[in-house]
Antibody, heavy 122, light 112 residues
Framework: EVQLVESGGGLVQPGRSLRLSCAASGFIFDDYAMHWVRQAPGKGLEWVLGISWNSNSVIYADSVKGRFTITRDNAKNSLYLQMNSLTAEDTALYYC???????????????WGHGSLVSVSS | DVVMTQSPLSLSVTLGQPASISCRSSYSLVHTDGYIYFNWFLQRPGQSPRRLIYKVSNRDSGVPDRFSGSGSGTDFTLKISRVEAEDVGIYYCMQGTHWPYTFGQGTKLEIK
């Protein structure tokens, strides 16, 4: 059974940093691209970043470019999201999402985690 | 960016009756590999999204056959032949052909 378990969320002040983790199990992690998708409270879904199976390709939404970084450690079956210079607009539930493809230049999402809540407030 | 426009944004349906949701993209979703990376997701209250349909018309494992997807190019439709209570939630369309990948605004389905 595929499982994606996010952790690391919490309350953080504007301008500070936070790092999310996603522990993957139930599939061969390094066979698939991975993504982060977020959902602000009461709002819709927004794709934010993706990374290819071997980390050679990384793509970002303009809203987070230069502030957020996606990485992965295939030896640990883990995905990470480093978030810097956080603002109130980054407040959201962050989902770790598995794609069916090796590369991130297309998105064929099949499994989602339960999400990790990030709240940015002073 | 490719804009995904869903309609209607809310739907109130009697149990056992059909329902239909449309999604239009601002650009063709045919990928260079020939596939159309268009999905439908259902987000039940308090849950993470679950994929129902992938590549326009393919049902995911475990998805009841009362759900069907159709469309091509820029216009897509999700149909529920007979709505059941467990179908309540928000339905999102999503394109995975052109990055940044984008979602529709969501369609909230409730039981009348």
């Amino acid at each position: 059974e595929v499982q994606l378990v996010e952790s690391g969320g919490g309350l953080v002040q504007p301008g500070r940093s936070l790092r999310l983790s996603c522990a993957a199990s139930g599939f061969i992690f390094d066979d698939y691209a991975m993504h982060w998708v977020r959902q602000a409270p009461g709002k819709g879904l927004e794709w934010v970043l993706g990374i290819s199976w071997n980390s050679n390709s990384v793509i970002y939404a303009d809203s987070v470019k230069g502030r957020f970084t996606i990485t992965r450690d295939n030896a640990k079956n883990s995905l990470y999201l480093q978030m810097n210079s956080l603002t109130a607009e980054d407040t959201a539930l962050y989902y770790c999402v598995k794609s069916k493809d090796l590369e991130c230049l297309l998105a064929d999402f099949d499994y989602w985690g339960h999400g990790s809540l990030v709240s940015v407030s002073s | 960016d490719v804009v995904m426009t869903q309609s209607p944004l809310s739907l109130s349906v009697t149990l056992g009756q059909p329902a239909s949701i449309s999604c239009r993209s601002s650009y063709s979703l045919v990928h260079t590999d020939g596939y159309i990376y268009f999905n439908w997701f259902l987000q039940r209250p308090g849950q993470s999204p679950r994929r129902l349909i992938y590549k326009v018309s393919n049902r995911d494992s475990g998805v009841p056959d009362r759900f069907s997807g159709s469309g091509s190019g820029t216009d897509f439709t999700l149909k529920i032949s007979r709505v059941e209570a467990e179908d309540v939630g928000i339905y999102y369309c999503m394109q995975g052909t052109h990055w940044p990948y984008t979602f529709g605004q969501g369609t909230k389905l409730e039981i009348k």
